[in-house]
């Protein structure tokens, strides 16, 4: 009798409930704060893609205007700060292209097929001429763009290429 009620009040060892949940507390502490970690990491990357993507996208635009409006033998009446019209060369044939920029959108047409450049313009003002409109040697454009994502961040892609017209100008 005597062993067996040694077996029932025999000290017990583990943990307290107290125990339990004091370290389950922390442990949701701690994971919360790793897990609030990654997050803010996911969403800096998502961030940083889409203006990597959308700075690709502009230099891409930029680099298709400026080759086409550097062998450009006429500027066409009516070019304006949100229009250029140009007659210039594609594979060596000759080629009219005009770049419209209206709302947010860049748009490009070469012989009679339009086609988006870029969606997400900040502004439509995008050339200037020098000396002239009527007469430039000299096209500046500049392409104010945001990136797809975050449309509450106030980042803008900015790129400006001045554009020596090698062969003429308007007539």
Do not use: C, W
């Not at 370290?23 to 609030?36: A, E, F, P, Q, R």
């Not at 033998?73 to 770049?99: E, K, Q």
């Not at 500046?140 to 400006?160: A, E, G, H, R």
Request: proline share 4%; no cysteine.
């Amino acid at each position: 009798m005597s062993s067996l009620f040694r077996r029932i009040s025999a000290p017990e060892e583990g943990f307290t409930l107290l125990e339990l949940v004091v370290v389950t507390t922390l442990l949701m502490i701690v994971m919360t704060s790793i897990l609030t970690s990654f997050e803010v990491v996911q969403k800096a990357s998502v961030r940083e893609s889409s203006r990597s993507e959308e700075t690709d996208n502009v230099r891409l635009a930029m680099e298709q205007i400026t080759k086409e409006v550097r062998q450009a033998t006429d500027v066409r009446p009516g070019s304006s700060a949100s229009f250029l019209d140009v007659d210039t060369y594609l594979n060596g044939v000759a080629t009219h292209v005009s770049y419209t920029a209206s709302g947010t959108t860049l748009n490009r047409t070469a012989n009679g097929v339009t086609l988006p450049l870029l969606a997400r313009l900040s502004t439509t003002s995008l050339f200037t001429y020098d000396p002239s409109v009527t007469d430039p040697s000299v096209i500046t454009v500049t392409i104010q763009d945001s990136p797809q994502y975050f449309k509450t961040d106030s980042t803008l892609i900015t790129l400006t290429s001045e554009i020596q017209l090698r062969n003429g100008g308007s007539s």
